[in-house]
């Protein structure tokens, strides 16, 4: 009887469904890219996303900023893992004006590229997630001082009672 499963082993059957290309979804007329702010959980998150405003030569002059919630799709649970500071692609829901759709996560990978061949936000830029360190005392220099006094001379030893009993 012959073999049904093909050529191979379990090992090789494994590897089939794997591309090596990348494949990269570039937004269309209403999907917008997003900056994953918060994980709220059961497939809901925070974000950021960037509407792009047109000028008068329908190019664009400018991105405005919007926060709600944004919905994983059913499609990506369990498979796709967003996670903070991840950018993926939203889209508006029509019924519901607090939260967005989130159709697709992008790689560090695809980010290049989209960077290149789409018109990409600032998003390092408008996120406003810069840390920023205060010093008071920028001239203050910290040197490890070592002390010679003795640090436990306050703490009683069993020795020292045993002397106050025997001096008794």
């Known amino acids: 009887m012959p073999n049904l499963k093909g050529k191979g082993g379990k090992k090789h059957r494994r590897g089939k469904n794997v591309s090596t290309e990348l494949k990269v979804d570039l937004p269309d007329e209403f999907q917008y890219f997003a900056y994953v702010t ?8 925070n974000l950021d996303y960037y509407v792009p405003v047109y000028d008068k030569h329908n190019n664009i002059s ?8 944004g919905v994983i799709r059913g499609k990506m649970m369990r498979r796709v893992y967003v996670n903070l500071n991840d950018i993926v692609l939203v889209t508006e829901r029509e019924f519901d004006e607090k939260k967005v759709d989130i159709i697709d996560k992008y790689d560090m990978a695809q980010l290049t590229y989209l960077k290149k061949y789409a018109n990409m ?3 390092n830029e408008l996120s406003e997630n810069d840390v920023e360190f ?8 910290f040197t490890n001082k070592t002390s010679t006094n003795d640090y436990m001379k306050d703490i009683p030893t069993f020795s020292d009672d045993d002397e106050g009993i025997k001096n008794i």
């Open 38 to 45: 918060k994980i709220l959980g059961s497939g809901r998150v």
């Open 62 to 69: 400018d991105w405005t900023k919007h926060s709600k919630i």
């Open 121 to 123: 936000p600032p998003i």
């Open 134 to 141: 205060d010093f008071e005392n920028d001239d203050a220099t």
